[in-house]
């Protein structure tokens, strides 16, 4: 009887694995989008991989000084010169890899929330509406490092919850593979910060000292390589950026008390009523204004949060790790620029997020099931639910594939198409040795193959004479991109 329970079990599991592979090959392939995307960001790290892969170390191959590079961490242009060295240095390769790790992210998925849950049913829900998430599945088609640090920290989580602490460090192999996967996740984005964090209070908690301890060294051993190559650097740019009130604007200078109590209060309002509802529950774009924040907005966000609150009080297991692994996080966040919007800073909770609002509903519904219905107790909890995410699957699901599959099929508007047609100019008919300066180097270099740099964030019109001339630029790209640092900074 109970060997029959377990392969009724184990087959319940594969169908449901299956299901996931099936619908994630049909909606990838008709959601791709072969377009480079025009988040600059994104050229960025292809350039610093393909650097890596030819063996130019950690450069800025644009450049003509092809300088060591200290913007961004290494870990996701490793994974790109990983790529190129097994496949090919194809982007379409690139990005399709990244789908492949959000199909990691989805099995991940599947297996914490069951490990968490000891349910499959829960488990294979949560998966399914992360497998239609819009956020997920746009950073799953273009080369930025949101889904490889998704599918690393994840893959440290999934590991963590299963190692059994009442063993000793060195007789427990799992924690090694953990350990490694937490410090690639840092190497990707500074943000797995919250994970290290929240592993070591969990840890320190239960006392497991000698984890404690192994923990800390062990992340700095593999974290030192980093900080030894660093040490000769005049500081790192993205951290810097974090210390100044407006990274756009440098010339306002670097934050005080006041302006970080600003910056925490505007974020803490945004996030509540606008990232996170949004992170889970749509597809559309959010539009920040000035206007004061309506009621109802208040209100989503808030109920949301409730649910999801209650969903982490409710866990079997891991409770303290999952909430201050979720603190952590957005407490992070909450120190962020607040010119720095959207829900890609989020993304790396958004699986977390769906699975325990998703749980929070469920265990609400066992408190008043039995008030409602109770002679039909049984089966009132999974009747609701599957209506719920029913409905979610089909209303919110079809609507992210749609807006994808537009997005796909669309092509570069006419400033864009200008922008890459003037580089595609810089590449026929200007020497090999030419500099020339341009508002998104990244993405101007891959169209034109030549030399380029930035401009100087300055109001001082001949500290950037002095600066292009330093740079030796015998170019100047005024661009129709949307920017006002070109015009700002540039053309007077």
């Given at each position: 009887m109970i060997k029959s329970i377990a392969a009724n079990k184990r087959l319940i599991r594969i169908i449901y694995i299956l299901i996931l592979t099936i619908t994630f090959i049909k909606i990838y392939s008709s959601i791709f989008d072969k377009k480079v995307s025009l988040v600059g960001d994104n050229v960025s790290y292809y350039m610093l991989g393909t650097a890596i892969a030819n063996g130019d170390g950690y450069t800025n191959i644009q450049h003509l000084e092809k300088e060591a590079h200290y913007h961004y961490p290494p870990g996701y242009p490793m994974v790109i010169a990983g790529v190129t060295k097994l496949f090919s240095n194809d982007i379409a390769t690139i990005k399709v890899f990244n789908g492949v790790l959000l199909f990691g992210v989805i099995l991940l998925l599947f297996f914490i929330v069951k490990k968490l849950?000891?349910?499959?049913?829960?488990?294979?829900?949560?998966?399914?509406?992360?497998?239609?998430?819009?956020?997920?599945?746009?950073?799953?088609?273009?080369?930025?490092?949101?889904?490889?640090?998704?599918?690393?920290?994840?893959l440290c989580v999934w590991l963590f919850i299963k190692i059994d602490f009442s063993k000793p460090v060195l007789k427990n192999w799992i924690f090694f593979p953990m350990l490694i996967c937490l410090s690639f996740s840092f190497y990707i984005r500074s943000v797995a910060l919250a994970l290290f964090v929240s592993i070591v209070f969990y840890l320190f908690l239960k006392k497991r000292w000698s984890y404690v301890f192994s923990l800390i060294g062990g992340f700095i051993l593999l974290y030192l390589p980093w900080i030894i190559r660093n040490s000769h650097a005049t500081g790192n740019s993205y951290v810097h950026q974090l210390f100044l009130?407006?990274?756009?604007?440098?010339?306002?200078?670097?934050?005080?008390?006041?302006?970080?109590?600003?910056?925490?209060?505007?974020?803490?309002?945004?996030?509540?009523?606008?990232?996170?509802?949004?992170?889970?529950?749509?597809?559309?774009?959010?539009?920040?204004?000035?206007?004061?924040?309506?009621?109802?907005?208040?209100?989503?966000?808030?109920?949301?949060?409730?649910?999801?609150?209650?969903?982490?009080?409710?866990?079997?297991?891991?409770?303290?790790?999952?909430?201050?692994?979720?603190?952590?996080?957005?407490?992070?966040?909450?120190?962020?620029?607040?010119?720095?919007?959207?829900?890609?800073?989020?993304?790396?909770?958004?699986?977390?997020?769906?699975?325990?609002?998703?749980?929070?509903?469920?265990?609400l519904l066992k408190l008043v099931s039995p008030k409602v219905s109770p002679k039909h107790e049984k089966y009132f909890i999974p009747t609701v639910m599957m209506l719920i995410l029913g409905l979610w699957s089909f209303t919110y699901g079809s609507e992210s594939i749609v807006k994808l599959q537009d997005e796909a099929n669309g092509v570069y508007a006419s400033n864009y198409k200008n922008y890459f047609a003037l580089a595609d100019w810089v590449q026929k008919n200007t020497p090999d040795n030419s500099v020339t300066s341009v508002r998104k180097e990244g993405l101007f270099y891959l169209f034109s193959k030549k030399n380029v740099t930035n401009y100087k964030k300055t109001l001082d019109k001949e500290a950037q004479i002095e600066y292009l001339k330093s740079k030796n630029v015998d170019y100047v790209v005024v661009e129709q991109l949307g920017y006002s640092s070109t015009h700002k900074y540039l053309v007077p």
């Amino acid at each position: 009887m109970i060997k029959s329970i377990a392969a009724n079990k184990r087959l319940i599991r594969i169908i449901y694995i299956l299901i996931l592979t099936i619908t994630f090959i049909k909606i990838y392939s008709s959601i791709f989008d072969k377009k480079v995307s025009l988040v600059g960001d994104n050229v960025s790290y292809y350039m610093l991989g393909t650097a890596i892969a030819n063996g130019d170390g950690y450069t800025n191959i644009q450049h003509l000084e092809k300088e060591a590079h200290y913007h961004y961490p290494p870990g996701y242009p490793m994974v790109i010169a990983g790529v190129t060295k097994l496949f090919s240095n194809d982007i379409a390769t690139i990005k399709v890899f990244n789908g492949v790790l959000l199909f990691g992210v989805i099995l991940l998925l599947f297996f914490i929330v069951k490990k968490l849950t000891q349910n499959d049913h829960i488990a294979f829900a949560t998966s399914f509406i992360a497998l239609l998430n819009y956020h997920l599945l746009v950073y799953s088609t273009i080369m930025m490092s949101e889904i490889p640090f998704l599918f690393f920290s994840m893959l440290c989580v999934w590991l963590f919850i299963k190692i059994d602490f009442s063993k000793p460090v060195l007789k427990n192999w799992i924690f090694f593979p953990m350990l490694i996967c937490l410090s690639f996740s840092f190497y990707i984005r500074s943000v797995a910060l919250a994970l290290f964090v929240s592993i070591v209070f969990y840890l320190f908690l239960k006392k497991r000292w000698s984890y404690v301890f192994s923990l800390i060294g062990g992340f700095i051993l593999l974290y030192l390589p980093w900080i030894i190559r660093n040490s000769h650097a005049t500081g790192n740019s993205y951290v810097h950026q974090l210390f100044l009130k407006n990274p756009y604007k440098p010339e306002l200078g670097s934050i005080g008390f006041l302006d970080i109590c600003e910056r925490i209060s505007v974020n803490i309002e945004r996030y509540i009523t606008k990232e996170i509802p949004s992170s889970i529950l749509s597809s559309k774009d959010v539009m920040y204004t000035d206007a004061s924040t309506p009621f109802s907005e208040w209100f989503l966000g808030f109920l949301i949060i409730g649910v999801i609150l209650f969903g982490i009080l409710r866990l079997p297991k891991f409770k303290i790790f999952i909430l201050s692994y979720s603190i952590a996080f957005l407490s992070l966040l909450m120190v962020w620029p607040h010119v720095w919007f959207g829900t890609r800073f989020l993304l790396p909770l958004i699986p977390l997020l769906i699975f325990l609002f998703i749980f929070g509903m469920i265990e609400l519904l066992k408190l008043v099931s039995p008030k409602v219905s109770p002679k039909h107790e049984k089966y009132f909890i999974p009747t609701v639910m599957m209506l719920i995410l029913g409905l979610w699957s089909f209303t919110y699901g079809s609507e992210s594939i749609v807006k994808l599959q537009d997005e796909a099929n669309g092509v570069y508007a006419s400033n864009y198409k200008n922008y890459f047609a003037l580089a595609d100019w810089v590449q026929k008919n200007t020497p090999d040795n030419s500099v020339t300066s341009v508002r998104k180097e990244g993405l101007f270099y891959l169209f034109s193959k030549k030399n380029v740099t930035n401009y100087k964030k300055t109001l001082d019109k001949e500290a950037q004479i002095e600066y292009l001339k330093s740079k030796n630029v015998d170019y100047v790209v005024v661009e129709q991109l949307g920017y006002s640092s070109t015009h700002k900074y540039l053309v007077p």
